[in-house]
């Protein structure tokens, strides 16, 4: 086991690899800030540091607790080929989508990846596209299953692609700039190591979070009267 610097340190090397490459699945997932569109345009996010905190935050509280260990099921129930299972830890990610711009979002991301896996021709794809339609989370999942990458560097890379989605997107509306941005995903980047041994280490009857901050962002941009993203 390595030590936490060594481990966030490697990490880096592997972001800042990916980040050279520029790639990303294309599910659309730059259309949506998950309430912070409507976080700045209230004043609740207006500096680097507002944005840090709140990132911060969600990372500990709720990406952490809710999402990654979901995540680790699904890609254990894909490994058995149990879409039964499945479908129920996606109901349970649904459950736990505080608001029904949330759920709507995993849902149209989750159409969107399992075209994408279909188009991978990855096997048993087709069988499982129901299923695998209902949440982005269970396509990411079942396509690392598929590509027998371990349950834990599949947990690293969605927490990764979640952090540096909302930066980005947060770098056109606070508006920040690019070195800012990047100073942020250096700085956040090296707690996901640990926040995904925590999510690893997590009991079903642990897995959830409150997040009032994002519930009332999230209702709010519903129906906010102007704005640039989806969520």
Known sequence: MLDDGREAGIFLERCDALHEGDLSLPVGAFTYSQGIEWAVEVGWISTAADLEAWLTDQLQHAVA??????????????????????????????????????????????RALADLVLAWELPGASEWRPVLTRSQAAGFAFAAAAWAILTSETLLAYAWGWLENLVLAAVKIVPL???QGQQILQRLVTRIPGLVQLALATDDDAIGASSPALAIASSAHETQYTRLFRS
């Open 65 to 110: 607790r809710v999402d990654l260990p979901l995540l680790a099921r699904m890609h254990a129930a894909a490994s058995v080929n149990d879409p039964k299972a499945m479908d129920g830890w996606i109901d349970w990610l649904h459950a736990c989508r505080e608001t029904s711009e949330l759920s709507l979002e995993e849902a149209n991301r989750g």
């Open 177 to 179: 700039g690019q070195t």
